[in-house]
Antibody, heavy 120, light 113 residues
Framework: EVQLLESGGGLVQPGGSPRLSCATS????????MNWVRQAPGKGLEWVAS????????YYADSVKGRVTISRDNSNNTLHLQMNSLRPDDTAVYYC?????????????WGQGTLVTVSS | DIVMTQSPDSLAVSLGERATINCKSG????????????LAWYQQKAGQPPKLLIY???TRESGVPDRFSGSGSGTDFTLTISSLQAEDVAVYYC?????????FGQGTKVEIK
């Protein structure tokens, strides 16, 4: 059974730098691209970042480019999102999502999410 | 960026009746060489993460009930729930995966009338 479990969220001061993690199990982690997708409270879904299976290539939404870094540890089946210079409008539930084998931009499994609240 | 626009924003349907949600993309998401539409639908129940329902515009994900169907091509797509069940109460999102950034519609809330 595919499982994704995010951690690292919480209350963060503006300008803060939390690191989110996503522990995975139930599939061969290195065979799949991985992603972060966020959802502001009461709002819709916004893709944040993606990384290829071996971690060689990354992609970022313009809204976070230069402020976040996606990475992965294939030896520990874990995905990370290092966030920097956070702003109040970064407040959201951050979901870890696996890319489908059909297309890397399609998301077939999602974690439960971790809430990041940016506030002083 | 490809803008995805859903309609309506919400709808209330009686149990057992049909629910129809529309999604329009700002440009075609049909990849002509493969004749595939890079359009997916997700279901998000309250307090839960999204769940992939349909991809390639009309292919149901494994385990998705056959009362869910997707149709359309190019820029105009539809998700149909043929006979609404209580467990279908959720927000539904369309997503294009034709190009980066992959983008979602604003969501359509489906409730029981």
């Amino acid at each position: 059974e595919v499982q994704l479990l995010e951690s690292g969220g919480g209350l963060v001061q503006p300008g803060g730098s939390p690191r989110l993690s996503c522990a995975t199990s139930g599939f061969t982690f290195s065979n799949f691209a991985m992603n972060w997708v966020r959802q502001a409270p009461g709002k819709g879904l916004e893709w944040v970042a993606s990384i290829t299976g071996i971690g060689r290539t990354t992609y970022y939404a313009d809204s976070v480019k230069g402020r976040v870094t996606i990475s992965r540890d294939n030896s520990n089946n874990t995905l990370h999102l290092q966030m920097n210079s956070l702003r109040p409008d970064d407040t959201a539930v951050y979901y870890c999502a696996r890319s489908s084998g059909n297309n890397w931009r399609l998301f077939d499994y999602w974690g439960q999410g971790t809430l990041v609240t940016v506030s002083s | 960026d490809i803008v995805m626009t859903q309609s309506p924003d919400s709808l209330a349907v009686s149990l057992g009746e049909r629910a129809t949600i529309n999604c329009k993309s700002g440009q075609s998401v049909l990849y002509t060489s493969s004749n595939k539409n890079y359009l997916a639908w997700y279901q998000q129940k309250a307090g839960q993460p999204p769940k992939l329902l349909i991809y390639w515009a009309s292919t149901r994900e494994s385990g998705v009930p056959d009362r869910f169907s997707g149709s359309g091509s190019g820029t105009d797509f539809t998700l149909t729930i043929s006979s609404l069940q209580a467990e279908d109460v959720a927000v539904y999102y369309c997503q294009q995966y034709y190009t980066t950034p992959q983008t979602f519609g604003q969501g359509t809330k489906v409730e029981i009338k």
